[in-house]
């Protein structure tokens, strides 16, 4: 069997498909108006979105262009949002979604079997639990919580609902990344004892925050929703709430989470022994309270490290790449960058290996890198629903990779080094440390099993 055939053979024994090899029938460039006469709407999934503004549009645009999905409901707090997508959607579907602005009302209705989630971080948890006790599949964005006690509690209430939870750690579904991967557990590089990850950008500062009028288009009580109320700001929404503590969780879980997951997909591990991170907030005086350098260590023992770097004001990129991956083995190295290819070096560093992106991926996208590969992960949550298909990104391994960049938060601001029950990912002998494994919510809003 040639390589190409070798190669089409895993990609289909892993359950991403020759049609996902080809990117051909399931992707953004096809119409899902055109296949509304092939398939009844019985066999769509009919899609309610919760946040619309960035990654939420993109993903709402992706959502609307498959074949078997048709989005019936958009949800945001932002009018002008709601909007927008709602104009888009209906173009690309040919019928137009309905509004709704409280979650809570969308999830009484009945008529529709998927909630994305695509909110800020404070809303992942709180939102994937509400519609998992509604009855309905969610298609959650990363991070999977904003802190480790409300992930754990949304592994719970997945088990004792049933319901199916894909994250959108996307790169599982990739081919090339996937195939990379099963290399690497077929001993490509011998045994593979560090990895390391990485994240850059320039981001611009997000200056000092003045206390003004809450705008007429955004519903900021909701907006909130289950974090203690605070005053509204004029650099908080739409993005910058990411490095805000209150709300979101640095990038550390912004960026770091999809390499992270990577590695340790490829070690194959879950929760390390010990976690270290260094870093600060160097590069301007503003309100950004997270991190923008930062160094997080993941030690597994006898199984081997990972290491994360985020730099999120300083581009300059490592081994060539913006993002990424690095694994290192006893026979060398095999390196995953932000898009859907992987090269293979030996110990004097010869390429001996080498399967090219076929997609165009922008891993400095901050809404849309990657549409045509997303589209392979929609369809296994697709699979999921309607064929019972086993995910390629289940909420209990999308939690696990949730954690260890969590746990490295938690080092950060403890300022220890973590000590960790290798068994379930908790934290030993640190009380200062363990207030940070969960938060204090508004009143009324507690996520519950």
Request: proline share 4%; with cysteine; charged share 20%.
């Amino acid at each position: 069997m040639n390589t190409k055939e070798s190669r089409r053979a895993f990609i289909k024994k892993a359950g991403i498909g020759t049609a996902a090899l080809s990117l051909g029938g399931i992707l953004p460039g096809f119409s899902a108006q055109s296949y509304g006469h092939i398939m009844g709407a019985n066999e769509r999934v009919r899609v309610g979105m919760m946040g619309v503004n960035a990654r939420g549009l993109a993903l709402a645009n992706n959502f609307s262009s498959q074949p078997n999905a048709e989005v019936v409901y958009v949800c945001d707090v932002d009018t002008r949002a709601a909007q927008k997508c709602i104009a888009q959607v209906a173009a690309k579907q040919g019928r137009k979604p309905q509004a709704e602005g409280d979650i809570r009302r969308l999830l009484e209705r009945k008529d529709f079997d998927a909630l994305v989630v695509a909110t800020p971080d404070h809303w992942h948890a709180p939102a994937a639990i509400l519609a998992s006790k509604a009855g309905k599949h969610v298609y959650l964005e990363k991070p999977a919580s904003h802190n480790p006690n409300e992930g754990e509690i949304l592994v719970a209430v997945q088990k004792k609902y049933g319901n199916v939870i894909q994250m959108g750690n996307q790169r599982r579904s990739w081919p090339n990344v996937a195939e990379g991967i099963h290399e690497l557990h077929h001993g490509i590089i011998g045994k593979v004892h560090y990895a390391k990850t990485w994240y850059t950008n320039n981001r611009a500062p997000i200056g000092i925050g003045k206390k003004v009028a809450i705008p007429s288009w955004l519903n900021f009580e909701l907006w909130q929703g289950p974090a203690p109320r605070m005053d509204y700001q004029d650099n908080l929404i739409h993005y910058n709430w990411h490095w805000f503590w209150h709300w979101g969780t640095g990038e550390a879980l912004n960026n770091g989470t999809h390499m992270v997951d990577l590695a340790r997909w490829g070690l194959q591990v879950d929760y390390p022994d010990k976690v270290t991170s260094s870093g600060g907030r160097y590069h301007y005086q503003d309100d950004w309270q997270t991190p923008d350098t930062q160094l997080i260590t993941l030690d597994f023992g006898a199984k081997g490290i990972i290491s994360w770097e985020g730099r999120s004001c300083n581009g300059y990129q490592v081994e060539k790449s913006s993002v990424g991956v690095l694994f290192y083995g006893e026979k060398g190295a095999l390196q995953i960058d932000g898009d859907n290819g992987y090269r293979v070096y030996d110990l004097k560093n010869k390429l001996v290996k080498e399967v090219k992106n076929d997609v165009t991926v922008d891993a400095r996208n901050v809404t849309n890198p990657s549409q045509a590969l997303d589209a392979i992960h929609i369809q296994n949550f697709f699979d999921g629903i309607k064929k019972g298909a086993t995910l390629h990104a289940d909420i209990l391994s999308g939690h696990i990779s949730t954690l260890l960049v969590q746990l490295g938060n938690i080092a950060q601001r403890s300022g220890e080094m973590l000590e960790i029950d290798s068994s379930n990912g908790h934290i030993r002998n640190s009380k200062e440390a363990q207030a940070y494994w969960k938060r204090s919510y508004e009143k009324g809003w507690e996520p519950t099993v």
